[in-house]
Every structure is written in structure tokens, then in C-alpha cells.
């Protein structure tokens, strides 16, 4: 599951049909707006990292909507991702090792 925070900018008069507008995507949440500056909070919760990205391109596409920008990301395992770690950089193997790729 990856859960990403978003910043949403619309015009202030277009807060409320925006809002609505995030709300009807699937897996988006807003938390908190600004009237005054048509800033709007979002998360949003995706399967892949693929699904995340398209959803953030959908929010961007919405209508009003001047900025769409990820601000945080978190995510659990993600076969996409781990299958591909090099080798040095796996978790596993110890944080306190520095990888000799970013010792330099």
C-alpha cells in the first residue's frame, strides 16, 4: 500500500467544487483546506507505485486545479520496488553499513 500526502491549489472561489471533485476519487481523503488561498490537503491511497502516479495525474487533470504536488510518500512493501533494490542498499544488511556506491 502506498499512501502519499498531496497539496492541491485551486482558486479560492472553486475550494468547495473542488473539494467535492477530490472527494469522488477513489482512495483520496482531503484533510484540511485554506479559503482564503485555495489550498487543499489531500492523501492518497494507491496499490502501486504506478496507481499512485495516475492518481496524482487525475487530480492534476481535475478541473481548477492550478498545482497537484506530492509532498510526502510512504509505502509498504512493494514487489515492484524490492525486487529491484541493488545489492548494499537492502535493509537487511544493515543501516549502519554505508554503501560503497554513496561512499565517495
Known sequence: MNVSGILVVVPAEHVSSSIDSLGRL?????????????????TQEAE?????????KRIKALPH??????VYHC???D????????PGLDEHEGLSNVPSLLDR
Open 79 to 86: 514487489s515492484e520496488l524490492s525486487d529491484n533494490v541493488p
Open 48 to 56: 502501486t507505485i504506478q496507481a499512485e502516479v495516475d492518481g496524482l
Open 26 to 42: 477513489n482512495g483520496v481523503e482531503v484533510h484540511h483546506c485554506d479559503r482564503k488561498t485555495g489550498r487543499i490537503i489531500v
Open 65 to 70: 486545479v492550478i498545482l497537484a504536488e506530492m
Open 75 to 77: 509505502f509498504e512493501e
